[in-house]
């Protein structure tokens, strides 16, 4: 079994910032890459920004400059810096892990989400 737990979503001002944190645990053998992902009330989900196992990281043009991706492989884990947040940003964050289970088997697993909120 593998889980997916998010954490660090929550209420904030515009230009603000958070941190979110996503942990892979369980029967793992290897993560490839890890994604952030986003929904918006009344919106598609959309990908946020994704790093492969060697760091190499991509962002959506609408949080490049703004958002950090980073991960830390000894703990399965993820992270997304959050900076000079807008109300556009706000929205369900999901953490979505692509990995090599106990079992030998490919696949992706999502995380529960967590609420971010940008306003004054």
């Known amino acids: 079994q593998v889980q997916v737990v998010e954490s660090g979503g929550g209420l904030v001002q515009p230009g603000g910032s958070l941190r979110l944190s996503c942990a892979a645990s369980?029967?793992?053998?290897?993560?490839?890459?890890m994604y952030w992902y986003r929904q918006a009330p009344g919106k598609q989900r959309e990908l946020v920004a994704h790093?492969?196992?060697?760091?190499?990281?991509n962002y959506a043009d609408s949080v490049t400059g703004r958002f950090t991706i980073s991960r830390d492989n000894a703990k399965n884990t993820v992270y997304l810096q959050m900076n000079s947040l807008k109300p556009e940003d706000t929205a369900v964050y999901y953490c979505?892990?692509?990995?090599?289970?106990?079992?030998?088997?490919?696949?992706?697993?999502w995380g529960q989400g967590t609420q971010v909120t940008v306003s004054s």
């Open positions: 979505n892990a692509l990995l090599i289970s106990g079992d030998y088997k490919v696949n992706d697993y």
């Open positions: 369980g029967s793992i053998f290897s993560v490839y890459a």
């Open positions: 790093i492969t196992a060697d760091g190499s990281a």
